[in-house]
T-cell receptor, first 116, second 114 residues
């Protein structure tokens, strides 16, 4: 029973390149959340997706960042033209039902993005 | 503004001693409250949660937390820490009008000394 799988664990990019982070939710989970953790800070919500739909992207930067969760395959967080300030740990979480306060929110181990 | 505050960035505690981590929140209504632990290189693991009812909640690994409405606090405690409790601890809230997204505090790093 695999948990939330994120890959790669570590990703190094040069400024201006694209970063693609992948998240495979737990089996049966159709709700995915992306969070970003900057150094010395707590996690910050970025985006909430269900299959093929973006439900809440209020935490996403307006430019260069996009997310998708297709019908088949993992959720992808895409960062175009990365800058040094994008260096952070990106965490994905999934759950099997919507609604506030659902206890069954499972986190992946994160992708550490380093921008040179 | 809505916020979650963990006043202590770093705490050092001796193995076997008690531990208390503070968390205060600022929301219009009582949100759902959580404590998560993050070990190095790992994702977050849920320790415990409060939705309603008994204000003293028990979690995994011997942790407990007490919700105090009058103080807008949800402090985490453990009577006797083990070296394996060294980690970063995050308090989080889920406002009842959200879609289930969490707002996290900045975290408290716990170091356990022999």
């Amino acid at each position: 029973n695999a948990g939330v799988m994120q890959n790669p664990r570590h990703l190094v990019r040069r400024r201006g390149q694209e970063a693609r982070l992948r998240c495979s939710p737990m089996k049966g989970h159709s709700h995915v959340y992306w969070y970003r953790q900057l150094p010395e800070e707590g996690l910050k919500f970025m985006v909430y997706l269900q299959k093929e739909n973006i439900i809440d992207e209020s935490g996403m930067p307006k430019e260069r960042f996009s997310a998708e969760f297709p019908k088949e395959g993992p959720s992808i967080l895409r960062i175009q033209q990365v800058v040094r300030g994008d260096s952070a740990a990106y965490f994905c979480a999934s759950k099997n039902s919507p609604g506030p306060g659902d206890e069954k929110l499972f986190f992946g181990s994160g992708t550490q993005l380093s921008v040179l | 503004a809505q916020s979650v505050t963990q006043p202590d960035i770093h705490i050092t505690v001796s193995e076997g001693a008690s531990l208390e981590l503070r968390c205060n929140y600022s929301y219009g209504a009582t949100p759902y409250l959580f404590w998560y632990v993050q070990s190095p290189g790992q994702g977050l693991q849920l320790l415990l949660k409060y939705f309603s009812g008994d204000t003293l909640v028990q979690g995994i690994k011997g942790f407990e937390a007490e919700f105090k409405r009058s103080q807008s606090s949800f402090n985490l405690r453990k009577p006797s820490v083990h070296w394996s409790d060294a980690a970063e601890y995050f308090c989080a809230v889920d406002p009842t009008d959200s879609w289930g997204k969490l707002q996290f505090g900045a975290g408290t790093q716990v170091v356990v000394t022999p």
